[in-house]
């Protein structure tokens, strides 16, 4: 089985601090991965795609790849309160239907405090 | 332009009873997705059309769920003999293109489905 794992949280961070949210996949064909944030009462909305190894900036958010290990994680910088939410970890894996269905984590709870 | 719209915003039902859930897509995107997402769940996948035609329902939990797209636009998510453990809120996403691991999904405002 697909597996998708993050921190549940909460994770506390002040306001202006950089905030840092991880992810391990078990899916060793992954091709992309994605970073959706989610107000409560609020669809998914996407944050940063990153399709390989290394960093991708866009903003305050850094998405980080790591293929060999596994593992992606995306940095807030300079956090505001608005960015409190839970972020949500997807990874698209192709199967044999030329389907590319996200996989989720359950999702990491960021509250940035003033 | 007009992003994913979801129809109902919300629907209670009592158990056993039918629903039908709409979704309609961005114009143009020829992928559809339903996802399910329970409270402090990521979203679960249900089924993906490309086009008209189920691609993919493996994430249909069982018979009682059933979706269409008939004329490749708008998709309709059917559940039978409702079940409390069906209250969720039910997610559509839809993409550019089908097939293609780099296209993103945009996720309209979901249902919440609540059997009571």
């Known amino acids: 089985q697909k597996e998708v794992e993050q921190n549940s949280g909460p994770l506390s961070v002040p306001e202006g601090a950089i905030a840092s949210l991880n992810c391990t996949y078990s899916?060793?064909?992954?091709?992309?991965f994605f970073w959706y944030r989610q107000y409560s009462g609020k669809s998914p909305e996407l944050i940063m795609s990153i399709y390989s190894n290394g960093d991708k900036e866009d903003g305050r958010f850094t998405a980080q790849l790591n293929k060999a290990s596994q593992y992606v994680s995306l940095l807030i910088r300079d956090s505001q309160p608005s960015d409190s939410a839970t972020y949500l970890c997807a990874v698209n894996s192709p199967n044999s239907n030329s389907g590319y269905a996200l996989n989720f984590g359950k999702g990491t709870s960021l509250l940035v405090t003033p | 332009g007009a992003g994913v719209s979801q129809t109902p915003s919300n629907k209670v039902t009592e158990k056993g009873k039918y629903v039908e859930l709409r979704c309609d897509p961005i114009s143009g995107h020829t992928a559809l997705y339903w996802y399910r997402q329970s409270l402090g769940q990521g979203p679960e996948f249900l089924i993906y059309f490309q086009g008209t035609g189920a691609a993919d329902d493996s994430g249909l939990p069982n018979d009682r769920f059933f979706a269409v797209r008939p004329e490749g636009s708008v998709s309709t998510l059917k559940i039978q003999r409702t079940e409390r453990g069906d209250s969720a809120v039910y997610l559509c996403?839809?993409?550019?293109?089908?097939?293609?691991?780099?296209?993103?999904?945009?996720f309209g405002p979901g249902t919440r489905l609540t059997v009571l």
């Open positions: 899916d060793r064909v992954s091709q992309s």
């Open positions: 996403a839809s993409s550019l293109l089908a097939g293609v691991p780099t296209d993103t999904q945009y």
